[in-house]
């Protein structure tokens, strides 16, 4: 089974930029749709951004315009952009796989925007 393990994040200002990694430990297939989510504390874990097997990007209306998902499958590796970062992106950003229906979730890693 494939494993995925988030990095890049720490502390950044606002206005700010990040990139985070999701590394696989296994092969990222072209079917394989890639997101991101996030969960601030005491709030639910919401998605953030997808790419699927064509290429084909989705946003959360807060990021658009300044996150910017990609993948490189020869790379076992996806990537979130994060430019003009505000204090409200702050949370545990979370790498998920899709697979033929079934979920996988990397361990996240923490992006905290302050001045």
């Known amino acids: 089974q494939v494993q995925l393990v988030e990095s890049g994040g720490g502390l950044v200002q606002p206005g700010g930029s990040l990139r985070l990694s999701c590394a696989a430990s296994?092969?990222?297939?072209?079917?394989?749709?890639m997101s991101w989510y996030r969960q601030a504390p005491g709030k639910q874990r919401e998605w953030v951004a997808l790419?699927?097997?064509?290429?084909?990007?989705n946003y959360q209306d807060s990021v658009k315009g300044r996150f910017t998902i990609s993948r490189d499958n020869a790379k076992n590796t996806v990537y979130l952009q994060m430019n003009s970062l505000k204090p409200e992106d702050t949370a545990v950003y979370y790498c998920n796989l899709l697979r033929r229906g079934r979920d996988i979730w990397g361990q996240g890693t923490q992006v905290t925007v302050s001045s």
């Open positions: 296994g092969s990222i297939f072209s079917p394989d749709i």
């Open positions: 790419i699927n097997s064509a290429g084909t990007t």
